[in-house]
């Protein structure tokens, strides 16, 4: 039997630099935007542009993250 993945949503998470913490360290927030499991990277991508521009903090990473279930055949 076969493994089959089957695909639920896929996130955009956008990592923001906050601010600093009382020990100097960078503070992170982390801000999710739910979209289609189907849609390209490049375009998820150009999302998260369009959104950094909304931000009150500096973008420090764009991550795209999947969700899938897994079903044995």
């Not at 935007?33 to 998260?48: E, H, M, R, S």
């Amino acid at each position: 039997m076969a493994v089959v993945k089957i695909p639920q949503s896929s996130t955009i998470a956008i990592k923001l630099q906050k601010g600093v913490t009382s020990s100097g360290n960078p503070a992170y927030v982390t801000r999710n935007y739910t979209g289609k499991p189907t849609a390209a990277d490049q375009d998820l991508f150009d999302v998260a542009q369009a959104l950094m521009g909304l931000q009150a903090y500096p973008v420090s990473e764009i991550a795209r993250v999947d969700n899938a279930n897994l079903v044995n055949q």
